[in-house]
């Protein structure tokens, strides 16, 4: 039994469904009790919580903005599913490895970067990095200390954040300014 909370949007229902239907079809033997929801993770594409025997929970990163990027987390959660799968093992990288041989779709271990990608303009993260400031510049803001000549905190544009940042002053006294 496949079931998704309400928080699953359709895009990543149909493309769970159909994740599963592949790994049915190379009889890779992931479990038939898994529940499925989103959550709003930024340091991880997901994740996959064993409870009881054979029943699951798979959380997927609502924030992951790429198709390839999402369809690739639900495979790496499925294969947790399958027997003997819980860590990152021998079986885990077999199946990894029939994935990719009838997709293409190489499974990783771990995400080897920084952060997952993200769609800015939903993050509820307070501050963000300068790399995404200036990938982001219609979205973020960056202030700095008056009288310097960095940026030092990036947060979205009209945010609570935002406007406090614009009054307050730092331990070095002195006011915290848009930076242009």
Known sequence: MYAFKSNVNNKIEKMVLD??????????????????KTD????????CQHIGKDDHVISISRLLSEDSEIENTIFHELLHTCPGCNN???????????????????????????????????????YFSKEEWEANKDILQAYTREGEDRP????????KTAEDLEFHCTSHGKKIVKFF
């Open 19 to 36: 994740c599963i239907a592949k790994c049915e079809a190379i009889n890779i033997p992931i479990a038939k009790n898994i529940v499925f």
């Open 40 to 47: 709003s993770a930024e340091r991880r594409n997901g994740y």
């Open 88 to 126: 990152h093992g021998y079986t885990w990288q077999k199946y990894g490895r029939q994935i990719e041989r009838a997709y293409g779709q190489h499974i990783q271990r771990l995400n080897n970067k920084k952060r997952v990608t993200v769609d800015i303009s939903h993050s509820k993260r307070r």
């Open 152 to 159: 030092i905190w990036f947060c979205k544009k009209g945010s």
